[in-house]
């Protein structure tokens, strides 16, 4: 099974700051990754897929990157909407696996 | 608009089985695979199951391995989660999801979630 490893865990930022997510893979993924936000009461929100593809509707502010083992979420400037718990995921092998989670809070 | 509605969640005792039930309009059900994916109260994403469009490829994760079926029926614009010998780790919200575009098994969007608690 691909355990993916996300730090950190909690990270405190205030609206407007740059937020720069980390999601490390146990063995190569390729470009398989993907990342999810959730809020308060409300289920998951595909964002980013393959790596560096901005799902429908997902604003300019929020970009992946990486490849194999080592993959990034940035939100350029942190708006109040964005404070929230953000999930990476792999969708290269059977079992597909969730990173354990970054919660964005405001400072 | 897509939209896709579970039902079938409640409070069942352990050993015992429930039928997950995930309704999807707004897009042509037979062209996409569906998921299933848990959360435990407090606690992050686990994926459990996948069932390809046209139900012949079916995967489960090993927690719920022999224990759990997904199965759909495209003429219903349905999936369905049978659980069986349930347990108090199967405690969760329950969600369906549909995958993006075929072969792009990303999750988006889910449905709002069924609770299952298992407890004598």
């Known amino acids: 099974e691909i355990v993916l490893t996300q730090s950190p865990a909690t990270l405190s930022l205030s609206p407007g700051e740059r937020a720069t997510l980390s999601c490390r893979a146990s063995?190569?993924?390729?470009?398989?990754l993907g990342w999810y936000q959730q809020k308060p009461g409300q289920p998951p929100r595909l964002l980013i897929y393959d790596a560096s593809n901005r799902a429908t509707g997902i604003p300019a502010r929020f970009s992946g990157s990486g490849s194999g083992t080592d993959f990034t979420l940035t939100i350029s400037s942190l708006e109040p909407e964005d404070f929230a718990v953000y999930y990476c995921q792999q969708r290269s092998d059977w079992p597909r696996t969730f990173g354990q989670g970054t919660k964005v809070e405001i400072k | 608009e897509v939209q896709l509605v579970e039902s079938g969640g409640g409070l069942v005792k352990p050993g015992g089985s429930l039928r997950l039930s995930c309704a999807g309009s707004g897009f042509t059900f037979s062209s996409f695979s569906m998921n299933w994916v848990r959360q435990a109260p407090g606690k992050g994403l686990e994926w459990v199951s996948s069932i390809s469009s046209s139900g012949t490829y079916m995967y489960h994760a090993d927690s719920v391995r022999g224990r759990f079926t997904v199965s759909r029926d495209n003429a219903k614009n349905s999936a369905y989660l049978q659980m069986n010998s349930l347990r108090a780790e199967d405690t969760a919200v329950y969600y369906c999801a549909k995958s993006i575009a075929a072969r792009l098994d990303w999750f988006d969007p889910w449905g709002q979630g069924t609770l299952v608690t298992v407890s004598s």
């Open positions: 063995q190569s993924v390729s470009s398989y």
